[in-house]
């Protein structure tokens, strides 16, 4: 399969700051990339789907002006979580889509714990 | 609304048995379904692909669809303890790229 690269796998920060996370492709260009988040023991939640080039569309209840998504070009797509807070710790992890049959290949994740 | 349903489990197996993983949609126009397997504090990865009815066979994974009954399996032959993980069913409708996932079912395969 297609392999896809987060930085960092994990961070800690500082309530009120904020946090960039990069999602690339490493190995086929991505027009579409996808972001999601996982709370422990909880399922998949898509936060927002990014296109090159265009807006982010945002999945309902997502706040777009806390998590800030920028897709300049087909293998990097970055989800900024601005003035994080405790409740935005969780698992956050992006996927790349579309290769020969479309499928979604996951990068490994980002573990976010906001103090 | 888009709904895939899987039972949350744990499916218990005891190891060289066969695991049956159930999942069901509600869209008739998903036209093509995913099975990921996703180890604890690990990100998903892809196991299969399927989008004809019928087996789609890889390795000591099957995969059937029956799109009449909007029903797709998994099945595991010869499960390992390596096999323990949550094992995620999704669905994606023709002309879109979003996946819409199921809750996950939890295998625990024992030794």
């Known amino acids: 399969g297609a392999v896809v690269s987060q930085h960092p796998s994990w961070v800690i920060c500082k309530s009120g700051t904020s946090v960039k996370i990069e999602c690339r492709s490493l190995?086929?260009?991505?027009?579409?990339m996808f972001w999601y988040r996982q709370f422990p023991k909880q399922s998949l939640m898509l936060m927002a789907t990014?296109?090159?080039?265009?807006?982010?569309?945002?999945e309902q209840g997502v706040e777009k002006d806390k998590f800030l998504i920028n897709h300049a070009s087909l293998t990097l797509s970055t989800l900024t979580v601005t003035s994080a807070h405790p409740e935005d710790s969780s698992f956050y992890i992006c996927?790349?889509?579309?290769?020969?049959?479309?499928?979604?290949?996951f990068g490994p994740g980002t573990r976010l714990t906001v103090l | 609304q888009k709904e895939v349903e899987q039972n949350s489990g744990p499916l218990s197996v005891p190891e060289g048995a066969i695991a049956s993983l159930n999942c069901t949609y509600s869209?008739?126009?998903?036209?093509?379904f995913f099975w990921y397997r996703q180890y604890s504090g690990k990100s998903p990865e892809l196991i299969m692909f399927?989008?004809?009815?019928g087996d789609k066979e890889d390795g000591r994974f099957t995969a059937q669809l029956n799109k009449a009954s909007q029903y797709v399996s998994l099945l595991i032959r010869d499960s390992q303890p390596s096999d323990s993980a949550t094992y995620l069913c999704?669905?994606?409708?023709?002309?879109?790229?979003?996946?819409?996932f199921g809750k996950g079912t939890m295998l625990l395969v024992s030794p």
């Open positions: 996927s790349a889509c579309c290769s020969t049959n479309n499928e979604q290949f």
């Open positions: 190995d086929f260009q991505a027009t579409t």
């Open positions: 990014s296109n090159e080039g265009s807006k982010a569309t945002y």
């Open positions: 869209d008739r126009g998903s036209q093509s």
């Open positions: 399927i989008y004809s009815n």
């Open positions: 999704a669905s994606r409708v023709s002309g879109y790229s979003t996946l819409t």
